[in-house]
């Protein structure tokens, strides 16, 4: 039977690697790619201007790549309980694609679609391929227990065998007998989002760093697997937070929206690792990937994973509650100009290094202000271009000392931290160009530079710039303390691995078992 086909994009916001694209085109003969514009994910106070930007630039991309196929993007705006149903009657529907989303809000909007798609006689297919493994089956491998530190990751990954490898973007070959139907009245129906449609003051925005896109996502990467030396020798702890242009690949917001398929980024690294001496997980590019799927995988195993409260493996802290202090962190007005220096950055372009989200996150958790860990992680949803449901939870809770890392003595300092890479404060002086005339002895302490100094870099602390709103010294050592506390409290089996109901290691052999086996007949 030819089938009438909606392929539902969501994040998977590419033509590469995309199984479930492909699913789609198999005995269709009207195809239908689709991006809803859903209030719940975009809204105003969950999206900054720069990921809606990102977002905008992406459709914009895949809407381009499609035509190219003599087919569109068809953007519709509203719930996806509300206009699926309206769509398959309206395009006479017999078969939905799309590819798989562990997020808890895209399971539950899942079922309901798939419900209302029998409803309407819908086939549905979705295919994993927005991480490298079926993170069901990785829990799977582990006994139905959820790993909860990277080397057992590792353990578990080796017994499944490497990723999948990635499947090429559909054909004009491959299209030749699928039709769109593209009218003058769907154009204006199904356009792309404009910059405005959020609601976005959109007078001052920034310079745009990193466009979203397919096509942008595949250029970065291969101008960096061109750099075959950097890449066989990259180890993420000797990257630098504080560079005046980014020390790693920053291809994490192409991860995020799908441009770029995680298996494809994966396999290229392979390629460019073959033969030559190359760094391991968990500092190289290829551990760097499977950080994100040790994320995914606790994010997939544990209940309430974005919560401190109901989340069996967090520790509980009694975070104080500080909007003051809260708001001077998100307004980069702390007063130290490392952490503000960053702040800065990442409102501006988006995009900030992993150890200076380190140092943010510490400084506002454990480190110095003492506050909840999903405030954090509200902003940084909000602000970062890569913004991630499981891994943005993930990292904040390892740095806040909750999950996964517990070694809440080891305190990030806010002066010497960032003064380790940039002796002259040049990162602070880019994006704090207020303070730019401070001489290097003062840059990260400009408080303590004399009156005389300050009058000379035009730059008055506590006028022109804030005083510290916290003693580093004083405070992160009572913090210490109050960790201690926390830590003393947690129950015995905190950091035991939440189970699976129905997690039950699989008969069948892994992959290496059979390789074993295969070798040894030989
Ligand atoms: P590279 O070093 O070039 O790494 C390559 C890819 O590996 C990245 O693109 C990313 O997909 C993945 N990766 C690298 N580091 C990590 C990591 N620690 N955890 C998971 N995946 C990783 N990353 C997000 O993509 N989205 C988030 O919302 C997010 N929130 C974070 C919050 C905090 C508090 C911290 C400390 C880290 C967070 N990270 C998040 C992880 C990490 O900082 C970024 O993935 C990384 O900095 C992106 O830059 P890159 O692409 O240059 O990374």
């Given at each position: 039977m030819a089938h009438s086909c909606i392929h539902w994009f969501r994040k998977g916001l590419r033509l590469h690697d995309n199984p479930a694209l492909m699913a789609a085109l198999r005995d269709c003969k009207e195809l239908y790619p689709v991006f809803i514009l859903d209030p719940y994910l975009y809204n105003k106070a969950s999206v900054g201007i720069n990921r809606w930007r990102f977002l905008v630039g992406t459709l914009k991309d895949l809407d381009n790549s499609l035509r190219k196929l003599n087919s569109r993007l068809f953007v519709v705006r509203g719930k996806p309980e509300d206009v699926f149903p309206k769509l398959f009657n309206k395009w006479k529907v017999t078969k939905l694609?799309?590819?798989?989303?562990?997020?808890?809000?895209?399971?539950?909007?899942?079922?309901?679609?798939?419900?209302?798609?029998?409803?309407?006689?819908?086939?549905?297919?979705?295919?994993?391929?927005?991480?490298?493994?079926?993170?069901?089956?990785?829990?799977?491998?582990?006994?139905?227990?959820?790993?909860?530190?990277?080397?057992?990751?590792?353990?578990?990954?080796?017994?499944?065998?490497?990723?999948?490898?990635?499947?090429?973007?559909?054909?004009?070959?491959?299209?030749?007998?699928?039709?769109?139907?593209?009218?003058?009245?769907?154009?204006?129906?199904?356009?792309?989002?404009?910059?405005?449609?959020?609601?976005?003051?959109?007078?001052?925005?920034?310079?745009?760093?990193?466009?979203?896109?397919?096509?942008?996502?595949?250029?970065?990467?291969?101008?960096?697997?061109?750099?075959?030396?950097?890449?066989?020798?990259?180890?993420?702890?000797?990257?630098?937070?504080?560079?005046?242009?980014?020390?790693?690949?920053?291809?994490?917001?192409?991860?995020?929206?799908?441009?770029?398929?995680?298996?494809?980024?994966?396999?290229?690294?392979?390629?460019?690792?073959?033969?030559?001496?190359?760094?391991?997980?968990?500092?190289?590019?290829?551990?760097?990937?499977?950080?994100?799927?040790?994320?995914?995988?606790?994010?997939?195993?544990?209940?309430?994973?974005?919560?401190?409260?109901?989340?069996?493996?967090?520790?509980?802290?009694?975070?104080?509650?500080?909007?003051?202090?809260?708001?001077?962190?998100?307004?980069?007005?702390?007063?130290?100009?490392?952490?503000?220096?960053?702040?800065?950055?990442?409102?501006?372009?988006?995009?900030?290094?992993?150890?200076?989200?380190?140092?943010?996150?510490?400084?506002?958790?454990?480190?110095?202000?003492?506050?909840n860990w999903e405030e954090g992680q509200k902003v940084f949803e909000e602000l970062l271009l890569d913004g991630d449901w499981a891994l943005n939870a993930g990292n904040w809770q390892w740095l806040s000392a909750s999950t996964f890392f517990h070694q809440f003595f080891r305190v990030y300092s806010p002066v010497a931290f960032g003064k380790k890479t940039d002796k002259n404060g040049d990162y602070i002086k880019k994006y704090l160009p207020f303070l730019k005339k401070f001489p290097a002895a003062y840059i990260y302490e400009p408080w303590k530079a004399p009156r005389s100094v300050q009058e000379a870099a035009g730059c008055i602390v506590g006028k022109d710039y804030p005083r510290p709103i916290v003693e580093h010294e004083v405070i992160s050592k009572k913090n210490i303390q109050r960790m201690k506390a926390a830590y003393a409290k947690r129950s015995a089996n905190a950091s035991e691995s939440p189970s699976k109901k129905q997690g039950v290691k699989r008969k069948q052999p892994a992959i290496t078992d059979v390789m074993k086996k295969k070798e040894k007949k030989k």
């Amino acid at each position: 039977m030819a089938h009438s086909c909606i392929h539902w994009f969501r994040k998977g916001l590419r033509l590469h690697d995309n199984p479930a694209l492909m699913a789609a085109l198999r005995d269709c003969k009207e195809l239908y790619p689709v991006f809803i514009l859903d209030p719940y994910l975009y809204n105003k106070a969950s999206v900054g201007i720069n990921r809606w930007r990102f977002l905008v630039g992406t459709l914009k991309d895949l809407d381009n790549s499609l035509r190219k196929l003599n087919s569109r993007l068809f953007v519709v705006r509203g719930k996806p309980e509300d206009v699926f149903p309206k769509l398959f009657n309206k395009w006479k529907v017999t078969k939905l694609t799309y590819e798989y989303d562990t997020e808890p809000y895209s399971l539950s909007r899942d079922k309901t679609v798939t419900t209302l798609a029998k409803e309407h006689g819908v086939d549905v297919i979705y295919k994993i391929s927005h991480t490298l493994y079926d993170i069901e089956r990785v829990i799977e491998e582990n006994n139905g227990k959820t790993p909860l530190t990277y080397v057992k990751m590792q353990a578990i990954l080796k017994s499944l065998g490497p990723p999948k490898k990635p499947i090429p973007a559909p054909t004009v070959e491959d299209m030749e007998d699928v039709k769109t139907a593209s009218s003058e009245k769907h154009e204006k129906e199904h356009e792309l989002p404009t910059l405005e449609e959020l609601g976005h003051d959109t007078t001052d925005v920034f310079e745009e760093k990193f466009p979203g896109g397919e096509q942008e996502a595949l250029r970065r990467l291969d101008e960096h697997m061109q750099r075959t030396g950097w890449v066989c020798s990259f180890e993420k702890p000797q990257t630098s937070p504080n560079s005046l242009s980014p020390s790693t690949t920053v291809l994490s917001p192409y991860v995020t929206f799908g441009c770029l398929s995680a298996r494809t980024f994966w396999w290229r690294l392979t390629e460019v690792y073959q033969g030559k001496k190359h760094s391991d997980p968990p500092v190289s590019l290829h551990g760097q990937l499977l950080w994100r799927e040790f994320f995914y995988t606790a994010s997939v195993g544990i209940p309430n994973f974005n919560k401190m409260e109901g989340n069996s493996v967090c520790t509980q802290v009694d975070w104080d509650t500080n909007p003051e202090y809260l708001a001077a962190w998100r307004e980069a007005r702390t007063g130290f100009p490392y952490i503000d220096a960053i702040m800065t950055q990442l409102r501006q372009e988006g995009w900030i290094h992993h150890l200076a989200r380190h140092s943010v996150a510490c400084f506002l958790t454990r480190g110095d202000l003492y506050i909840n860990w999903e405030e954090g992680q509200k902003v940084f949803e909000e602000l970062l271009l890569d913004g991630d449901w499981a891994l943005n939870a993930g990292n904040w809770q390892w740095l806040s000392a909750s999950t996964f890392f517990h070694q809440f003595f080891r305190v990030y300092s806010p002066v010497a931290f960032g003064k380790k890479t940039d002796k002259n404060g040049d990162y602070i002086k880019k994006y704090l160009p207020f303070l730019k005339k401070f001489p290097a002895a003062y840059i990260y302490e400009p408080w303590k530079a004399p009156r005389s100094v300050q009058e000379a870099a035009g730059c008055i602390v506590g006028k022109d710039y804030p005083r510290p709103i916290v003693e580093h010294e004083v405070i992160s050592k009572k913090n210490i303390q109050r960790m201690k506390a926390a830590y003393a409290k947690r129950s015995a089996n905190a950091s035991e691995s939440p189970s699976k109901k129905q997690g039950v290691k699989r008969k069948q052999p892994a992959i290496t078992d059979v390789m074993k086996k295969k070798e040894k007949k030989k």
